[in-house]
């Protein structure tokens, strides 16, 4: 009688003492299988924006970092940070700075952001909805703004 229907072995490791339990792999091999595979990286990310391990050497587990990464910035209390970097890198096309004033207003609103960057509300505002190209210098400003938050 074969170990499974297609395969005579569990196909990774050739075992037929384990039982087989799917996929042609003994339940040893699907499950480390399984956790490697936890959680797919994103297109537009090559791996872990913390550490920079690439993706087919760490496991995804969200906003850009891998498992050991997010554990480290989630104790660090960092993780909002590291969703904003995220939200960069997804939108390429758009102004990084433009992204960053839209994290600041979500968090703090758009009057104070607008205080905290000493500028007008409406200038603010005409910046963070891309009515207006941000200067390459509010990128520098905003993150400072935004990490003191």
Known sequence: MPWSRETSACKQCQTQQLQHHAN???????T?????????WPSYLSGCLMC????????YRSIGLCKRCHT????AGVLVFWRTEVEIRKKQ???????????????????????LLEMSKDLFTAY???QKKPPK???GEAIDVWMRL
Do not use: D, W
Not at 24 to 30: I, N, P, S
Not at 32 to 40: A, D, E, I, L, V
Not at 72 to 75: D, F, G, R, S
């Open 52 to 59: 920079g391990r690439s993706n087919e050497n760490a496991n």
């Open 93 to 115: 096309n758009t102004p990084q700075a433009m992204v960053v004033l839209q994290r600041i207003a979500q968090t703090v609103g758009s009057e104070r952001a607008a205080v």
């Open 24 to 30: 042609g792999l003994c339940r040893t091999c699907y």
């Open 137 to 139: 210098p509010l990128l």
């Open 128 to 130: 963070a909805t891309g």
């Open 32 to 40: 480390r299988n399984r956790t490697r595979q936890t959680g797919r």
């Open 72 to 75: 480290m910035a989630n104790k």
